[in-house]
């Protein structure tokens, strides 16, 4: 009976650890516009949910880029705007100075 109890316990235990790390982050269709940005501003750096099985990195400066790489406007899907400004992505540039 001990032994039950304890599977019953580590299989509950498994189910919120891995609810914790599907709330980890924040899904852009859900919020607005606004609040994107601000959440960018507030943090720097935010990998949000942009679909059903896509993620994206969006920063508020080049600073949170690599050395190598240079910082272009990012739109991406929110509640209230398909094509919300929602901060800058990280990438290598076609031509370099």
């Not at 690599?66 to 290598?92: H, I, M, S, Y």
């Amino acid at each position: 009976m001990k032994s039950i109890t304890k599977i019953i316990s580590i299989a509950v235990f498994l189910v919120l650890s891995m609810s914790q790390f599907a709330l980890a982050r924040p899904d852009l269709r859900r919020m607005t516009c606004l609040e994107a940005q601000q959440m960018v501003l507030r943090n720097g750096s935010v990998v949000f949910t942009t679909g059903p099985y896509t993620f994206s990195r969006y920063v508020s400066d080049r600073r949170y880029c690599t050395r190598e790489e240079a910082a272009f406007p990012q739109l991406g899907p929110t509640r209230d705007n398909p094509k919300c400004l929602v901060g800058l992505e990280c990438r290598q540039p076609l031509f370099s100075n």
